[in-house]
């Protein structure tokens, strides 16, 4: 009889409230559906997996967290009693930011940092296509409880007003799920030099922030950072003029091309394994792979990409300032000020400058980090007058050459490819590695799609021959950063270091060297500036020329992994390198000199 009675108890519960029962698991929904991709979603790993094959402690500390940002999320339900269309517009937003992060988390293993969300002129028919290549059947699910409320507020049309007390206790168990959660981060913490606020003052990556102290706090973290002012204490510009103090100063040109021409062409999305591979009897990039065996070439495909949340962004600004990217966020967004550059340095030697690109300018902010990063000009895909999404490669390509023979020498040139933008597309005229035993639409659309941009890369450089200037010119064929990895060539699931591996190929040299090193992205800088016979710039950059005898053979990243060498006696100065970085950058610390 007491069973029955609280049975009814229950149910006169849930018919009362249950406008607020029900936006709560809408956003528990939402909120495991927007960990799973990252870090697993806590109900499901409680209810699917046996007791001992998972850590008890961790996982009840993500569920604090999980309730506690769903019922803060939840709020609103507490306030809103006749126009609840309000409330399900609410979640609705919020399932389509969750299917938004899922989509982004799918190809960069991490969240979106918030700021990101805001890039409005990033929106393109570039972007739209990768967003529908990326949506899957299982997204959408995180719409099904948001339908069945909707379905059941039109049979019960019902509501309750709530108090104080409601709104106070919501709140109260929240805060406490939050505090469950911050004890198991702090207990986590086994050295002793990190400061117990650790967890929640900084971001290695943005999924270990919002999973491990919520999206809520993470919401606040990123809107604290966003408005509070970044001047250095004495003590960090005293830790950043040490750093660069110690960094190699080469004094002299022994590997410089005289004043050459310098063109960059920085391809989208290229992993080094896509070199010296054949794949049913189709070279991938032929001519390249030519290109690396003749004189005159310089070939590193072991450098190990240090991209962040800008990706192509942060790609561009490591190579031309030698600096690393935030750990959460983008420069090109947050903190696009003048920065010393090769633009800058060359430009001191007479050279004038370009960057070209084949989508917006204004996508990625990319016009005002040109001229941030000291480029005179910036040329985007306006035809005609007509400003376009996006234009191909070869189009891009052949502009370039156009462009180069009006200009004066000597001249520095970056050119941006984007055809292989994952996931790619799909090729009209396709070859042999079509039929390739891996049948996923990123794995053929890449094999396709890099050698398509092969043959355009090989024309370009006849070109430059044909119209004489190829011999006065140093090439160099740059990633931007990874993206299809080995592993996922390869068919095996999880990835390792050395399958993200990206290439920095330079041509028309006086010398030949194949680079077995393991080098970071921000070594790439200091080498140009050794080639360009730059070493007397006033910024040397936080990295290590390639050419150079003192190689750490090892390269950091900002969640203090490694990879090469993680033994080298420089690996700690390249984890430095990070925060160093990151002080200068939001601090806007110019050096001595700039």
């Known amino acids: 009889m007491m069973f029955k009675e609280k049975i009814k108890g229950l149910k006169r519960y849930l018919r009362e409230n249950y406008i607020f029962v029900g936006v709560f698991l809408c956003f528990l929904w939402g909120v495991e559906m927007l960990r799973l991709p990252v870090y697993g979603a806590t109900f499901i790993t409680l209810l699917t997996c046996a007791p001992g094959s998972y ?84 997204d959408l699910l995180v719409f099904i409880p948001l339908l069945a409320l909707i379905a059941v507020d039109w049979k019960l049309k019902g509501g309750k007003r709530y108090g104080k007390k409601s709104v106070i206790l919501s709140i109260a168990v929240a805060f406490v799920g939050y505090f ?27 999924r270990g922030y919002v999973c491990d102290n919520g999206l809520v706090p993470y919401a606040v973290f990123s809107f604290v950072n966003a408005v509070l002012p970044e001047n250095l204490s004495e003590e960090e510009l005293a830790e950043v003029d040490k ?10 040109n022994t590997y410089s091309q005289g004043e050459k021409n310098l063109i960059v062409v920085v391809v989208e999305s290229m992993n080094s394994w896509l070199f010296n591979r054949e794949v049913n009897g189709v070279r991938i990039m032929p001519h390249i792979d030519s290109l690396m065996r003749c004189e005159g070439t310089i070939s590193a495909l072991k ?29 090109a967004t947050s903190y696009c000020h003048p920065y010393p ?13 370009f960057n070209m690109v084949c989508d917006d300018r204004l996508a990625w902010n990319q016009e005002k980090l040109s001229y941030a990063l000291g480029f005179d000009t910036i040329y985007d895909s306006t035809i005609g007058g007509k400003r376009l999404d996006r234009i191909e490669d070869s189009d891009m390509l052949g502009n370039a050459v156009q462009k180069l023979k009006a200009m004066p020498q000597p001249f520095y040139a970056q050119l941006v490819t984007i055809s292989t933008h994952q996931p790619g597309y799909k090729t009209d005229k396709p070859t042999a590695l079509s039929r390739y035993k891996i049948q996923t639409d990123r794995v053929i659309n890449a094999l396709e799609n890099f050698h398509t941009l092969d043959e355009q890369l090989w024309k370009f450089i006849e070109e ?13 064929i740059v990633s931007d950063h990874n993206d299809v990895n080995y592993n996922e060539f390869a068919g095996i699931p999880e990835h390792v270091q050395e399958d993200t591996y990206c290439s920095f190929i330079v041509l028309n040299t006086n010398f030949s060297k194949s680079l077995d090193n393991v080098y970071g992205q921000v070594d790439i800088y200091p080498t140009i500036l050794d080639l360009m016979g ?47 970085s990151s002080m200068i950058i939001k601090g806007n610390v110019i050096p001595a000199g700039c």
């Open 55 to 138: 850590d008890f402690v961790d996982t009840f500390a993500g569920l604090a967290v999980v309730v506690a940002d769903a019922l803060m999320l939840s709020l609103p339900a507490l306030f809103v009693f006749k126009r609840k269309w309000i409330l399900f517009a609410w979640i609705g937003a919020f399932d389509v930011f969750c299917i938004i992060q899922r989509m982004y988390a799918a190809v960069y293993m991490d969240l979106m940092p918030f700021s990101h969300l805001l890039l409005f002129d990033n929106v393109n028919t570039v972007l739209i296509d990768s967003a529908v290549g990326l949506l899957s059947i299982k």
């Open 180 to 206: 469950l959660a911050g004890v198991n981060n702090v207990l986590a913490i086994s050295n002793d030099d990190y400061s117990l606020l650790q967890p929640y003052t900084t971001v290695y990556k943005t």
């Open 243 to 252: 750093f660069i103090s110690e960094i190699p100063k080469y004094r002299d």
């Open 303 to 331: 450098v190990f990409p240090q991209v962040k949340d800008g990706r192509s962004s942060d790609g561009h600004f490591i190579i031309n300032t030698g600096l690393l990217p935030l750990s959460s966020g983008s420069v």
């Open 341 to 353: 550059s090769l633009a800058k340095a060359l430009k001191s030697k007479g050279y004038a400058s």
């Open 464 to 476: 430059l021959k044909a119209n004489g200037l190829y011999d006065n010119s140093v090439i160099i």
């Open 534 to 580: 730059l070493n007397d710039y006033c910024w040397k950059g936080l990295g290590y020329s390639m050419l150079r005898e003192v190689q750490p053979n090892v390269a950091a990243y900002c969640d203090g992994t490694f990879a090469g060498d993680a033994q080298s006696p420089l690996a700690d100065r390249c984890k430095l390198a990070w925060e160093i």
